[in-house]
């Protein structure tokens, strides 16, 4: 946990200010907010919906079966690392086409979305740099040594989910809403 922590903070460090406040002044101005992602990343925007949902913003989650239609100056939030998952970069397109603003965290700034986003927000991969992907995992399955503490997309879901929250907590404030207002809108037949 230390280490991914050490991560997420280098990783909080890397953030652009101008990037941050984009990000923000995208959802303070959109009419809905609709977020999407894929897996893991797709949870990570579940999250963060439920949380603008609980400031008192219409949020909804892409592919629920109780999400409407999309209009002009609605916004799309997109979690993806890797910026180009094919059915992701699809639906922005399609938000696009519509007149929707899309916003994008991603560690890939060039990536398919990245190039539709309106808003972006790097969260830098800080993997190591490794020459030979092939033989360091033949090394590593040798030796039994598994060098990655986090895998796959770990490091990106929990920098998005962090930053994400963090957004919350900033749009709280400019919002002026304090955590008993969110204590009202929180679920109460489950």
């Known amino acids: ?22 990000f923000i002044q995208e959802i303070l101005t959109a009419d809905r907010i609709y977020v999407m992602g894929a897996g893991r990343s797709g ?6 919906a439920m949380r603008l949902m609980h400031i008192g913003f219409t949020a909804f ?10 209009r002009q100056n609605d916004l ?10 094919k059915t992701i970069a699809d639906i922005a397109e399609t938000a696009e086409e519509i007149g929707g603003r899309i916003a994008l965290i991603t560690s890939n700034r060039e990536s398919r979305i990245g ?3 309106d808003a972006m927000v790097i969260i830098e991969n800080q993997r190591d740099e490794i020459r030979d992907e092939t033989a360091e ?3 590593r399955q040798m030796t039994g040594e598994h060098k990655s503490f986090a895998p796959l997309g770990t490091l990106f879901e ?6 994400a929250d963090a957004c919350i907590s900033q749009l709280m404030e400019v919002s002026m809403v304090d955590e008993n207002e969110l204590k009202n809108r929180h679920a109460n037949i489950e």
């Open 158 to 163: 929990t920098a998005s989910m962090v930053f």
């Open 1 to 22: 946990m230390r280490l991914m922590a050490s991560k997420i903070r280098s990783t909080a460090n890397h953030l652009r200010d101008e990037e941050i406040d984009a």
């Open 115 to 117: 190039k539709l986003a």
């Open 43 to 48: 949870l990570v925007a579940k999250a963060f």
């Open 137 to 139: 995992f033949e090394v």
């Open 76 to 85: 799309l939030v997109i979690f993806s690392g890797s910026g180009r998952t």
């Open 61 to 70: 989650v892409v592919g629920e079966t109780i999400t409407p239609a999309m």
